[in-house]
Nanobody, 125 residues
């Protein structure tokens, strides 16, 4: 079982940037795809970004495309989400995720095998 720990959330103003990180346990981090999701109260958890195991291919929700960048450092067992031009509607708890099938980039909650505890990102207007 992979353990995921997110960090880097906080309170920022609209237009600011923020980077959140997710540290994973285990020696096989480089063997599986990763993803970021987010959730606000009363809404379903939604896909934000995904990255395949080498980092060469990335995927984004339309709402964040052009503003967010997902990346990974397999030597550090860490995946990052760089968030630029933040908007109030980006306010959410952000979760990193490991897929059920390690080669498949998780883009739906059903495809996720493990979640981190989440980190709160709040964007004020």
């Amino acid at each position: 079982q992979v353990q995921l720990v997110e960090s880097g959330g906080g309170l920022v103003q609209a237009g600011d940037s923020l980077r959140v990180s997710c540290a994973a346990s285990g020696r096989t981090f480089g063997s599986y795809a990763m993803g970021w999701f987010r959730q606000t109260p009363g809404k379903q958890r939604e896909f934000v970004a995904g990255i395949e195991r080498s980092g060469r291919s990335t995927y984004y929700a339309d709402s964040v495309k052009g503003r967010f960048t997902i990346s990974r450092d397999n030597a550090k067992n860490t995946v990052y989400l760089q968030m630029n031009s933040l908007k109030p509607e980006d306010t959410a708890v952000h979760y990193c995720a490991v897929p059920r099938s390690i080669l498949v980039v998780p883009t739906t909650t059903e495809s996720v095998g493990s979640w981190g505890q989440g980190t709160q990102v709040t964007v004020s207007s």
